[in-house]
T-cell receptor, first 111, second 113 residues
Framework: LAKTTQPISMDSYEGQEVNITCSHNNIATNDYITWYQQFPSQGPRFIIQGYKTKVTNEVASLFIPADRKSSTLSLPRVSLSDTAVYYCLVVPTSGTYKYIFGTGTRLKVLA | DGGITQSPKYLFRKEGQNVTLSCEQNLNHDAMYWYRQDPGQGLRLIYYSQIVNDFQKGDIAEGYSVSREKKESFPLTVTSAQKNPTAFYLC????????????FGPGTRLTVT
């Protein structure tokens, strides 16, 4: 299983774009990169998932370079309500199920 | 509304007592999971179930037990053998165990004194 490394915490101001990078050096060919968001005392919520290049949905973009050893979650124009913990996961699409949630990145958005 | 429910939201027990946490889903998902989260930490997998009447141990199964008699339900029992049961417990489900999107319940915060 590929291990992920993310910054422990980040601060940003409202209206700014936030980029959270995750490194996953041992990612396998069939693995997907998935990001979850968790607010205090709530369950995590799926944000976005990708395999390579760029994926965009209504809340975020995910950039994955060709070597797939890292990925960047981009949150456009954050607001106070984006203050949360963001988890990067490498998820296998075959074989034994295993999700590993690390400690994530604590994003604090300031007014 | 489809989703996952966990009850109760807060639970208090005395040391030495078994306690069962409820998890129900109406998403028609085959796979269900139980995680434990300690303050400032990520989630750790306790048990998972790919299908009714089948379940597998996760990373920290000792002191816990589960059952999966119905597709919709996956209760977790925290036994007296669990040395540090006080934690935030999260239940999740997904279409199957290779699906990349898990849906989480609101969690149960268990305090054992």
């Amino acid at each position: 299983l590929a291990k992920t490394t993310q910054p422990i915490s980040m601060d940003s101001y409202e209206g700014q774009e936030v980029n959270i990078t995750c490194s996953h050096n041992n990612i396998a060919t069939n693995d997907y990169i998935t990001w979850y968001q968790q607010f205090p005392s709530q369950g995590p919520r799926f944000i976005i998932q990708g395999y390579k290049t760029k994926v965009t949905n209504e809340v975020a973009s995910l950039f994955i370079p060709a070597d797939r050893k890292s990925s960047t979650l981009s949150l456009p124009r954050v607001s106070l309500s984006d203050t949360a913990v963001y988890y990067c996961l490498v998820v296998p699409t075959s074989g034994t199920y295993k999700y590993i949630f690390g400690t994530g990145t604590r994003l604090k958005v300031l007014a | 509304d489809g989703g996952i429910t966990q009850s109760p939201k807060y639970l208090f027990r005395k040391e030495g007592q078994n306690v069962t946490l409820s998890c129900e889903q109406n998403l028609n998902h085959d796979a269900m999971y139980w995680y434990r989260q300690d303050p400032g930490q990520g989630l750790r997998l306790i048990y998972y179930s790919q299908i009714v009447n089948d379940f597998q141990k996760g990373d920290i199964a000792e002191g816990y037990s589960v059952s999966r008699e119905k597709k919709e339900s996956f209760p977790l029992t925290v036994t007296s053998a669990q040395k540090n049961p006080t934690a935030f417990y999260l239940c999740a489900s997904s279409m199957d165990t290779v699906s990349n999107e898990q849906y989480f319940g609101p969690g149960t915060r268990l305090t054992v004194t």
